[in-house]
């Protein structure tokens, strides 16, 4: 059996969620992310066969794309594919089951 594990601090930055001064909840980075490119591929179909996503990030914010590309490829798939994520300097986002599963996900043609 394997198990994916995936840096905490990474995980709680791009899906914690936060309360605003008026203690009202706020969506997590990555459906605040989710929910820009879903509203402009949703304003023109043509944009899913037409435009390609592309996630960058260099240290931590490569660490952050590395993540947001991997459950955006896995979870959206209405996202034109692949999703291209260019990450430079990045720490180590999880253990060696996530790389083999982002290894795979590459092959699939997801990312």
Do not use: W
């Amino acid at each position: 059996e394997s198990n994916i594990c995936i840096h905490q601090g990474f995980y709680e930055y791009l899906f914690g969620s936060t309360i605003d001064n008026d203690a009202s909840r706020k969506q997590n980075k990555f459906h605040e992310i989710m929910t820009h490119i879903q509203t402009l591929l949703d304003s023109n179909p043509a944009y899913r066969t037409t435009y390609k996503l592309y996630i960058t990030g260099h240290s931590l914010g490569g660490a952050l794309a590395t993540l947001f590309g991997f459950y955006a490829s896995s979870f959206h798939p209405s996202l034109p594919r692949p999703v291209t994520v260019v990450s430079v300097a990045s720490p180590r986002v999880g253990n060696l089951e996530f790389a083999r599963t982002f290894a795979r996900f590459e092959s699939y043609g997801c990312l």
